[in-house]
Structures are given as structure tokens and as C-alpha cells.
Nanobody, 126 residues
């Protein structure tokens, strides 16, 4: 388990953009996969995006595919979530997460992520 701290959340108008950052206390090059989840008021936490250790493979939920981009900078021990064309439905607390082990990014489940940040609020107004 590593410590993760998210930043970059805020209030934006629909159609706008935000970039979230996740700083890790350890070398993320040693973490199998990094991901982003979100939780809207009254709803369960849901998967948003994930990225492999090298950054070559990415995976997105259909609701954000084409609008959000996950990336990682192993030298800075930081993972990012670039969010474009934001919609009010994107309003949620966004959590950064790390999976120490895995058998393939497409097989990862939420329970495979064993390091979690405190979350950062993203609010999209209409």
C-alpha cells in the first residue's frame, strides 16, 4: 500500500476541462496499475479509467471514453486524469487508486486496487 493524494478538482461549467493529479508516496513504476474511480452523491463508487505500469495500455468506462484521458509520469510518481467536455453527470468525488498486483488491466476489479486517495471534488454546472 502506498499513500496517494489527489488534487485539481473544482467547479467548472459544462463543456469545460479539468486535469486531476495524483501524487504517490512511492515509485509508481513499481505499481502494477493505476486508476481513477468516482462516487456521485447517493451512488456507489464506479470505475472511470485505468492505466498499466508502462502506460501503454489504458481502459475507460464507456461513459467517459473519448472525453477523459489517463496518463502517468513515473519519473514524477504522478498519475493524471485529463477531463474534457465535462457534463453535469460527471459531478462526483474522484479517487485515485493503485493496484499492487494484477493479471491484466482488462481483468482488474475494484477489489484489486489496494491503495486509495482521499478524493477530490469535481462539480460541473449546467
Amino acid at each position: 500500500q502506498v499513500q496517494l493524494v489527489e488534487s485539481g478538482g473544482g467547479l467548472v461549467q459544462a463543456g469545460g476541462s479539468l486535469t486531476l493529479s495524483c501524487a504517490a508516496s512511492a515509485r509508481i513504476s513499481s505499481i502494477y496499475a493505476m486508476g481513477w474511480f468516482r462516487q456521485a452523491p447517493g451512488k456507489d463508487r464506479e470505475f472511470v479509467a485505468a492505466i498499466s505500469r508502462t502506460g501503454i495500455t489504458t481502459r475507460y468506462d464507456d461513459s467517459v471514453k473519448g472525453r477523459f484521458t489517463i496518463s502517468r509520469d513515473n519519473a514524477k510518481n504522478t498519475v493524471y486524469l485529463q477531463m474534457n467536455s465535462l457534463k453535469p453527470e460527471d459531478t462526483a468525488v474522484y479517487y485515485c487508486a493503485g493496484a499492487a498486483n494484477g493479471r491484466g488491466i482488462w481483468l482488474l476489479k475494484e477489489l484489486d486496487f489496494d491503495s486509495w486517495g482521499q478524493g477530490t471534488q469535481v462539480t460541473v454546472s449546467s
